[in-house]
């Protein structure tokens, strides 16, 4: 069973920064795709970043130059780098793990960017 438990989200300013952690359980992080999907209110869930095993990296045209992706095995980690944020990123932020025929996910964490 694989847990995802996602912290570093807050309240900031437009132009602020913060970076998105989420700490997976288990052995098999490392041989599969994490990453990032946010659902704004009223809005269907949408992707941001994936990182594959091999470090190929895919963004949302939205959050490219701004947000960086980022994994690290050794302590079964996926990152999300935000800078220069935009009202528009305010989601709810959820962690993703992508196995053969389940996908896992955090419990989501809040980005409100509001002046």
């Known amino acids: 069973q694989v847990q995802l438990v996602e912290s570093g989200g807050g309240l900031v300013q437009p132009g602020d920064s913060l970076r998105l952690s989420c700490a997976a359980s288990?052995?098999?992080?490392?041989?599969?795709?994490a990453g990032w999907y946010r659902q704004a209110p009223g809005k269907q869930r949408e992707l941001v970043a994936t990182?594959?095993?091999?470090?190929?990296?895919n963004y949302a045209d939205s959050v490219k130059g701004r947000f960086t992706i980022s994994r690290d095995n050794t302590k079964r980690t996926v990152y999300l780098q935000m800078n220069d944020l935009k009202p528009e990123d305010t989601a709810v932020y959820y962690c993703?793990?992508?196995?053969?025929?389940?996908?896992?996910w955090g419990q989501g964490t809040q980005v409100t960017v509001s002046s």
């Open positions: 288990g052995s098999s992080f490392s041989f599969y795709t």
């Open positions: 993703n793990l992508a196995i053969p025929g389940r996908n896992y």
């Open positions: 990182t594959t095993p091999g470090r190929n990296i």
